[in-house]
DNA sequence: CGAGCATCCTCAG
DNA sequence: CTGAGGATGCTCG
């Protein structure tokens, strides 16, 4: 799957490993890894990596949203509409893909293809857009995912 | 232009 | 309850 990707850090969370990969000092991508893991691993000296480190920890262990650090995103004005408005659901709430569409004008089918292409996952919190019926889906697959339901969980939505 | 989407709504059984 | 089907805006080839 990222074959061809080098990250420079990874994080290891309660549900999984995620990728760290920078462009200088902003992160371009956040994303969840699948077995995997690169060498370089959680102990790299690079200090924006570990400021983002800091901010996942804080989003894990303390139970709430961290500052969000430097980030460089990569994406169709669109896009960038619809992930700046990701970051303004505060922690423990969630919106509809419809909600957010009739927020942004838009329809509910191109709000969730626009979560699927976010490339940062946790801190541009994709998983807190559900559907108007259940769940919705995650990291690109429509059917219920165990990751987005630990997430919300986390955030004490059940 | 046409097809494909992490959707939504309605209507028929 | 289930499933079919149309509406919807955006992206990619």
């Given at each position: 799957m990222y074959d061809t990707i080098v990250f420079d850090g990874v994080y290891k969370s309660p549900v999984g490993w995620l990728g760290i990969k920078l462009q200088g000092n902003d992160l371009i991508k956040l994303d969840w890894l699948e077995k995997n893991t690169p060498?370089?691993?959680?102990?790299?000296?690079n200090p924006a990596v570990k400021k983002i480190i800091a901010s996942l920890d804080i989003y894990f262990n303390k139970a709430t949203h961290p500052v969000i650090p430097p980030v460089s995103l990569a994406g169709t004005r669109f896009q960038q509409r619809v992930w700046r408005a990701l970051q303004n659901?505060?922690?423990?709430t969630v919106k509809t893909y419809g909600e957010l569409a009739a927020e942004l004008k838009t329809s509910s089918r191109a709000i969730g293809q626009a979560c699927r292409t976010n490339p940062i996952s946790i801190l541009i919190p994709c998983h807190r857009v559900v559907a108007a019926n259940g769940i919705g889906g995650y990291v690109g697959d429509a059917r219920p995912s165990q990751i987005k339901q630990w997430l919300l969980h986390h955030e004490g939505i059940h």
């Open positions: 060498s370089k691993g959680v102990l790299s000296r659901i505060p922690f423990g």
